[in-house]
């Protein structure tokens, strides 16, 4: 990837199995450039969100499950790193929006720091969570309802104050997983926007089923195809003039 020039990420031969018949994702590298949005696109079960977990080592929670390769952050192995420090800096946003039920709108901000066992004063709280919310522009209007559940916020609202809650542990690099497939069509515009705004603070990688949106929000493109990356380019090129004839046909609405 010669012209990645200030890599974040760097994925070498990263292969995937969860058992031992077939190969999730297969000999992925891959490098990401820092400060960009990149979408990762392909058919159902192509791999993307396997890839996507490996990234933030979600993979450890299944039994039986193999990986191999290699995922430097910032030049350092991440599998190497203590699980909990790694995603520190690997955050990660799921489908649904999944704020902790039992938990305040504040305290859902803060919960990486409480899961992690960091005890702030309450002014550098206070700091954070109204930071955090103005980053994902929650905080209008969530002001005077700090101390009420997050799930009583909309789907859109909820899935920003997700957005904050990843952010608030100030990561390197957010994960999403098809971020806005449960949000109506003008929550998915309000993400979108945020994503781009985001971006000046932290790299985004995002798997969509959504081509459009990959075409509207993203720098750079992977598509995927039964656990190979078959191409990676800058968007504008794989929209444009794709190399593979799979990434054609799917492009074109071809391939499901
Ligand atoms: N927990 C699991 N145990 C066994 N196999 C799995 C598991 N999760 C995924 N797979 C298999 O791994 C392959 C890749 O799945 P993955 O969910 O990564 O694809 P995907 O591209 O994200 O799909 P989708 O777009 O439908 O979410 C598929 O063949 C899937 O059946």
């Known amino acids: 990837m010669e012209d990645i020039l200030n890599p974040i990420l760097e994925i070498k031969d990263l292969c995937v199995s969860y058992t031992s018949k077939v190969m999730a994702v297969k000999h992925v590298t891959v490098a990401i450039e820092k400060n960009s949005i ?4 392909g058919p159902s079960g192509c791999g993307k969100s396997t890839l996507l977990r490996a990234i933030n080592r ?5 039994r039986n499950i193999r990986v191999t390769g290699e995922i430097l952050l910032n030049g350092e192995d991440v599998m190497e790193m203590d699980p909990t420090e790694e995603r520190r800096h690997i955050g990660m946003v799921f489908q649904r929006p999944n704020p902790f039920p039992t938990m305040s709108i504040y305290d859902n901000v803060l919960a990486g720091y409480k899961l992690n066992g960091i005890r702030l004063p309450k002014s550098k709280k206070d700091e954070i969570v109204e930071t955090n919310l103005r980053n994902v522009a929650l905080w209008d209007e969530v002001k005077d309802s700090l101390n009420k559940r997050g799930t009583f916020l909309s789907g859109g609202q ?13 990561p390197d690099v957010l994960l999403m997983d098809e971020p806005t497939s449960a949000l109506d069509p003008i929550a998915t515009k309000y993400c979108e926007e945020l ?5 000046k603070q932290v790299t985004i990688l995002i ?11 993203s720098d750079r493109s992977m598509f995927m ?3 190979d990356l078959i191409e990676y380019d800058d968007t504008t090129t794989m929209f444009s003039h794709p190399k593979d004839p799979r990434t054609l046909s799917y ?5 499901g």
Do not use: P, W
Request: contains cysteine.
């Open 38 to 41: 990149t979408a990762i696109m």
């Open 58 to 62: 979600m993979h450890e929670l299944y």
């Open 251 to 255: 492009l074109n609405g071809k391939m």
């Open 225 to 227: 195809f039964l656990g």
């Open 158 to 170: 909820q899935q920003r104050l997700c957005i904050a809650r990843a952010l608030a542990l100030r």
């Open 195 to 199: 994503m781009d705004d985001l971006k």
């Open 207 to 217: 798997v969509t089923h959504n081509m459009s949106q990959a075409k509207r929000i």
